[in-house]
């Protein structure tokens, strides 16, 4: 029975979940990462590819054309180079800008909102030699499930990356035969357009293997984060308290709540009775209410208090069993009467008014 209550076979709660993440251990996929970033340096390499081109061959032409190395002085390096830095910031600035801006989304898409508070925290233990030495045995050993998965998979990525390699090279042979003592800018063309399909079709195939990945990732966290029965239920007691002490609670305020409702009987125009079993303490202030309201209810012991203060406060008790049953069970304490009841208890306020006027 105890190992059934420590074996961990229930998903985590929410607030497992949230403790996970404070420590930064989060379901993620690298394959998924990187080939997301890949997919998105190579498109931003095609759409700006040929402006970064030209500008950098104006720079070049410039270099060649405008400058004399007879007439530079080492005073001068700073002064020429100026202008060249400048112009290479303009070329590679708006594509790196954009890479960073994507492999912070693909990882913001991945990890959500995340602050590590807790992997933050320094932790010399981690720079000891020996937790050193025992972190690279782990990573390389191939024997724990985890780093054989990690192998086999990256084992896998290679063959298909390296099968889908071929296949494109092959589809594209005769073209690639074609270039021997073709023009050098004929073949500069074709084998970028070969490149780009080869780099092309990885990232998609890539991108696939990272989609599966990201699910492998996210059932094994889903496993490593499950809690036994008993977790669960320390967990519970923790944050709703202790089963006992909130009884004591619930009992408190029930006595509270009993001490309000007997003070109110005091002020209230009538109670309807039952006549021992039920009791229910009428109130009606125009001022506060349209209707009546149920100051105070109870039965047996409740029912008894309530006609004994009413009696010592020379409230009227009036003896009304269909009334008094209706009342404790449609009504709740402070609320209004509903309107099926107006005409019955209008008949008992308006006997209790004339008595009281007489």
């Keep these: 029975?105890?190992?059934?209550?420590?074996?961990?076979?229930?998903?985590?709660?929410?607030?497992?979940?949230?403790?996970?993440?404070?420590?930064?251990?989060?379901?993620?996929?690298?394959?998924?990462?990187?080939?997301?970033?890949?997919?998105?340096?190579?498109?931003?390499?095609?759409?700006?590819?040929?402006?970064?081109?030209?500008?950098?061959?104006?720079?070049?032409?410039?270099?060649?054309?405008?400058?004399?190395?007879?007439?530079?002085?080492?005073?001068?390096?700073?002064?020429?180079?100026?202008?060249?830095?400048?112009?290479?910031?303009?070329?590679?600035?708006?594509?790196?800008?954009?890479?960073?801006?994507?492999?912070?989304?693909?990882?913001?898409?991945?990890?959500?909102a995340l602050f590590a508070k807790e992997a933050l925290k320094p932790s010399l233990d981690k720079f000891k030699p020996s937790s050193m030495i025992k972190n690279l045995v782990s990573k390389f050993n191939l024997f724990k499930p985890k780093q054989m998965v990690e192998f086999l998979k990256s084992l896998f990525k290679l063959i298909i990356v390296a099968f889908v390699g071929i296949k494109v090279i092959t589809k594209r042979k005769e073209e690639l035969f074609s270039l021997l003592g073709a023009d050098p800018s004929t073949g500069f063309v074709v084998m970028g357009s070969v490149i780009f399909e080869l780099l092309f079709t990885i990232c998609i195939i890539l991108i696939i293997l990272g989609f599966f990945d990201k699910k492998y990732q996210d059932w094994e966290y889903a496993k490593s984060?499950?809690?036994?029965?008993?977790?669960?239920?320390?967990?519970m007691k923790n944050t709703e308290g202790d089963p006992k002490i909130k009884g004591?609670?619930?009992?408190?305020?029930?006595?509270?709540?009993?001490?309000?409702?007997?003070?109110?009987?005091?002020?209230?125009?009538?109670?309807?009775?039952?006549?021992?079993?039920?009791?229910?303490?009428?109130?009606?202030?125009?001022?506060?209410?349209?209707?009546?309201?149920?100051?105070?209810?109870?039965?047996?012991?409740?029912?008894?208090k309530i006609r004994e203060i009413a009696k010592n406060n020379n409230v009227p008790i009036i003896e009304n069993k269909p009334l008094a049953r209706s009342l404790y069970k449609m009504v709740e304490v402070n609320q209004m009467i509903p309107q099926e009841l107006y005409v019955a208890v209008a008949e008992i306020l308006q006997y209790v008014y004339s008595r009281r006027n007489n």
């Design 225 to 235: 984060i499950k809690m036994s029965k008993q977790e669960v239920k320390d967990e």
């Design 248 to 304: 004591k609670i619930r009992s408190f305020q029930i006595k509270m709540m009993q001490q309000k409702m007997m003070a109110n009987v005091k002020e209230s125009d009538v109670v309807v009775v039952n006549p021992t079993h039920y009791a229910v303490a009428l109130k009606y202030d125009t001022e506060k209410a349209p209707a009546p309201m149920v100051v105070a209810k109870g039965v047996d012991f409740i029912a008894f």
């Design 1 to 112: 029975m105890a190992n059934e209550q420590n074996e961990k076979t229930e998903e985590a709660t929410p607030k497992r979940v949230q403790k996970e993440r404070d420590k930064g251990h989060i379901s993620k996929s690298q394959d998924m990462t990187s080939s997301l970033v890949l997919t998105i340096g190579l498109s931003l390499i095609f759409a700006f590819g040929p402006s970064m081109l030209e500008k950098l061959k104006s720079m070049l032409y410039r270099s060649f054309t405008e400058l004399n190395p007879n007439n530079i002085s080492e005073s001068d390096v700073a002064a020429i180079m100026g202008p060249y830095f400048t112009d290479y910031v303009s070329i590679v600035a708006l594509f790196f800008a954009l890479l960073v801006a994507g492999t912070i989304f693909v990882l913001r898409m991945q990890t959500g």
